[in-house]
């Protein structure tokens, strides 16, 4: 599970929320021995609407600080628990607006949190009149932190918890619980009269290696876009943010820092580590993987081992994958005519190789010092990204399901596995459940059938699908 970690100087109601998220449950308490000290850290899991959480509470360490710093309270807390979580719900208190050690706090997070995502929570806000402009002026003083915009809520009253959820959702979709219930499994598409996702802020990741041209991509692309670059207040320089205004859409481009900085001073061939991890990868919803078209005209392969492990994992991680040729331009004239034709060729097939689960992965070839190809790019990525946001009613799929199951030739007749029903549980990348009859299971062959047709009927080509069964009487 994610972990949040709750944070703020004592009595802004740290507590107070942990129960609230908690609800009942039973939250395990367990002591961190620390330098000569021990301190208590409460443990739970928190339940919001669909989300689930792991929730840790820093208020036991206040016990030894009372007398001393916030910060030094913080700084003691180890670093090993701040490790751990996902993101910080940093609490103040509404009423009472900054105080100095709420600075503190902000400055100290601004240090040893930089890369966690930190929410402003501004607690007890059933106190503040929501109609004299007081909860303004207040929200409009949390912001100030650098923190983006703060949260009110009450965790007393259960007062916008709602916004917090509203908050949480996006950070935590891929953990969002989908309790199946019969009624989901016969509607007539609930899921897909749900708002629609594909107008959610894009977040795309550019990778590839050093001098692939990814830089000039990005130039190139924001040329014609309202942009927005540099630090959000009070964000460290490792949390250059891009954003961009995309066909009506926000796109966020995701690590963009990580290789503006990074590519300048680190030009070795293996420095693709960066974009390898898996946690950048998850925070992109599609990634646009540069290669270099003159390597590649150069190359027995087109793509280098580097390139081929984040493909890979792209899809693997179910983020949609965009595969871009740069530096075309270089291939033109006569001369280059056979290879140039050779590039065209060789990049899609050798893409369907080392990621054969997944046909019809666009590729796109630009020179994006020419500017030409960045619309395309574009339109791809904007193309994967809503097919990976698609929602399918379920009774479409059961019909599509009925017309697949005749068209498929099961080699053993009587031992055909019965689908009753066919669902999908989760967008972002599309997930699918088919219920199948007995004890019988789906074997590969079937699955792949399964996949195939559903892509092929669905137009869902290029971006990673998963169908998962479940057995049912
Ligand atoms: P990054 O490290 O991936 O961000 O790469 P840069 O954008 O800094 O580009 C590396 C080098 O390749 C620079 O000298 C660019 O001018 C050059 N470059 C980028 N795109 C193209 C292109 O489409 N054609 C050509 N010929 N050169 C390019």
Redesign the pocket.
């Known amino acids: 599970l994610p972990t949040a970690i709750l944070i703020g100087r004592p009595n802004v109601g740290k507590s107070a929320l942990f129960n609230r998220l908690i609800r009942r449950r039973e939250a395990l308490v367990y002591n961190t021995p620390n330098d000569h000290v021990t301190r208590d850290i409460r443990d739970g899991v928190a339940k919001l609407g669909d989300l689930r959480f792991r929730v840790l509470d820093s208020a036991g360490l206040e016990a030894e600080a009372t007398s001393g710093s916030v910060l030094g309270r913080t700084a003691a807390m180890t670093g090993e628990v701040l490790a751990k979580a996902q993101f910080v719900l940093f609490l103040i208190d509404a009423r009472d607006g900054l105080q100095p050690m709420d600075l503190d706090v902000g400055k100290w997070l601004r240090i040893h949190a930089s890369g966690i995502k930190i929410i402003v929570v501004m607690n007890k806000a059933e106190l503040l009149d929501q109609f004299s402009g007081s909860l303004a002026a207040a929200s409009g003083e949390a912001y100030t932190l650098g923190f983006g915009d703060p949260i009110a809520l009450s965790a007393e009253t259960g007062l916008g918890m709602t916004e917090l959820h509203a908050t949480l959702r996006p950070i935590l979709e891929d953990y969002v619980l989908h309790v199946l219930k019969e009624e989901d499994l016969q509607d007539s598409g609930s899921l897909g009269d749900e708002e629609d996702d594909s107008k959610l802020p894009l977040q795309l990741a550019i990778v590839?290696?050093?001098?692939?041209?990814?830089?000039?991509?990005?130039?190139a692309i924001l040329l014609e876009n309202r942009v927005l670059v540099g630090p959000e207040a009070g964000l460290t320089r490792d949390s250059i943010r891009v954003q961009f205004q995309y066909e009506g859409r926000s796109v966020y481009l995701v690590d963009t820092a990580g290789?503006?900085e990074r590519?300048?001073q680190d030009?070795g061939p293996s420095s693709l580590s960066i974009v390898q991890s898996r946690k950048h990868l998850m925070r992109a919803h599609v990634v646009a993987l540069?290669l270099?078209a003159?390597e590649i005209s150069k190359g027995r392969r087109s793509m280098k081992h580097a390139e081929v492990v984040i493909a890979r994992r792209a899809v693997e991680e179910g983020r949609g994958l965009v595969v871009v040729v740069?530096?075309?331009?270089?291939l033109k004239g006569k001369q280059n005519a056979k290879m140039y034709e050779r590039v065209i060729n060789a990049v899609p097939e050798e893409i369907q190789t080392v990621i054969p689960q997944v046909t019809g992965i666009p590729v796109v070839f630009?020179?994006?010092?020419?500017g030409?190809g960045r619309l395309s790019v574009m339109r791809q990525v904007i193309d994967t990204y809503e097919k990976w946001c698609v929602r399918l009613p379920t009774a479409r799929l059961n019909r599509w399901l009925r017309k697949v199951m005749s068209r498929h030739s099961w080699k053993d007749q009587s031992a055909q596995p019965k689908i009753k029903y066919f669902t999908q549980v989760k967008a972002r990348p599309p997930t699918f459940v088919a219920f199948v009859s007995g004890k019988v299971e789906l074997s590969d062959t079937d699955l792949r059938f399964l996949t195939k047709s559903l892509k092929e009927d669905f137009d869902l080509g290029g971006i990673p699908v998963r169908i998962m069964q479940r057995n049912v009487v």
């Open positions: 590839g290696r050093p001098n692939v041209g990814k830089s000039t991509l990005l130039n290789w503006l590519t300048k030009k540069v270099d003159e740069n530096k075309m331009d270089l630009v020179s994006a010092i020419e030409k």
